[in-house]
């Protein structure tokens, strides 16, 4: 037989370090995902879930470096921002973060809409198409005289297929698109250039929840009174804003209408998975939860 592979093949779009805050005394998190009869709970270690076979898994490459989005990007990413979080969940505050920590952080968030399954399969599907369009209209250009002769996109197509380095541009060009997203400076940027605070609700008496897509933004985020909300733990959430005045806005809403609020936002968004520390949210799932 042959070694056992050592690939990191169940890549975490939900990465452990920022489940693992909702884990109770046995490591477990309460989830609730929707079956045919209703929403099933239950409970799980963050490393269980939250992820997918080779999600990011370059094609036509060996075992050694297939896993480079997985071990160079997003590791990389999700290993500076949980420090980050640890210090903002310990501080109960942004106020503290250093400049690396404030960055690792708006990469973290800036990865979160992009790296679930659903927006990778779209933006490899996307950026395949579109790539595969413009490289045979900049072949019929170049080739006019063949573009006219006989069925000319099946043999270009074709002929990509039976070239290795065009194979492996086409069917990895969408994870290329992907890092770049995650480690744009624009993109960043426009997150670090936001007011930055921690909300404590635990006087709510509702523990917040968060999900499989914890990232919930109210307006665009270009908006100049744009909102972007991440829970980081069972009583603390984190909040981004252009506008100085969203912060007093939320300290002076109870506490309890605001995680009501924000735990019913991720309900909805949640693909599959909504995840707990606590049992208490049954109905809210139930009525919420897609899945």
């Known amino acids: 037989m042959g070694a056992k592979s050592n690939e990191p093949k169940n890549h975490h779009y939900i990465p452990q370090f920022y489940l693992s805050n909702w884990c109770g005394a046995d490591g477990r998190v309460v989830y609730y995902r929707r079956v045919p009869n209703g929403v099933v709970e239950n ?10 076979d080779s999600l990011y898994t370059l094609a036509h490459l060996h075992e050694s470096v297939r896993q480079a989005v997985e071990t160079e990007v997003t590791a990389d990413v999700d290993n500076r921002a949980a420090s980050a979080l640890q210090k903002m969940v310990a501080r109960k505050s942004t106020d503290t973060l250093t400049p690396n920590e404030r960055l690792a952080w708006a990469q973290f968030i800036t990865s979160l809409p992009i790296r679930n399954p659903e927006a990778v399969a779209d933006i490899k599907k996307t950026s395949t198409r579109d790539g595969m369009e413009n490289a045979f209209k ?3 250009q170049e ?10 996109k099946a043999e270009f197509e074709a002929s990509v297929d039976e070239d290795l380095f065009a194979r492996f541009l086409r069917d990895n ?3 290329f698109i992907i890092c770049e997203l995650m480690l744009n400076p624009s993109f960043h940027q426009i997150i670090l250039n936001m007011h930055w605070w921690v ?12 999900c499989d897509r ?10 100049p009174r744009g909102l972007i909300y991440v ?27 605001i995680a009501k609020q924000m735990n019913r936002a991720l309900a909805v968004l949640a693909a599959k998975f909504v995840y707990a520390f606590d049992n208490q949210h049954a109905p809210l799932a139930s009525k919420w939860l897609a899945g």
């Open 231 to 257: 829970p980081i733990s069972p009583s603390l959430a984190f909040y981004a804003s252009p506008d100085p005045r969203k912060k007093r806005q939320l300290q002076a809403q109870p506490p309890k209408i």
């Open 43 to 52: 409970r799980i270690a963050p490393k269980s879930t939250g992820y997918e």
């Open 138 to 140: 900049q072949a019929e």
């Open 143 to 152: 080739f006019p005289a063949w573009a006219k002769a006989g069925d000319f």
């Open 173 to 175: 060009y969408g994870l």
């Open 214 to 223: 914890p990232y919930k933004t109210f307006r665009p985020i270009s908006h």
């Open 199 to 210: 909300l404590d609700l635990a006087a709510s008496g509702i523990s917040l929840i968060t």
